[in-house]
């Protein structure tokens, strides 16, 4: 965490001081988000995804994410759409591993 706490503030440092001749914003959950992102997949996969280094999403995942949470939302609270997941055309559908952006290429 030492670490990704370092590449917060690098980034901060980087892209987002301003000089008496330039302003420059920050979006603060947006940073935020990648900080934590990059702790969890730290912690989780030895590794972090490099959100904070690309000071971006490497895998359009956030993008990803949005749209697909309304459909999370639902398997995860009602126990008949998660039945309905588990059909073979539905899991086709879903994230997988091999894909090149978004959740399947974090779960890669």
Known sequence: MDNRLLQ???????EY????????????ARITTFFTL???????FGRSFGFLERNGDPFDYINQLRKMLPALMIFGV??????IARLPLVQRALPKASDA??????MG
């Open 17 to 28: 001081l301003s000089t008496s001749a330039t302003y420059r914003p920050v979006d603060l």
């Open 38 to 44: 990059d702790v969890i997949s730290s912690a989780a």
């Open 101 to 106: 952006v978004g959740m399947g290429r974090v």
């Open 78 to 83: 009602y126990p008949e759409a998660q039945k």
């Open 8 to 14: 917060f503030l690098q980034l901060i440092d980087r």
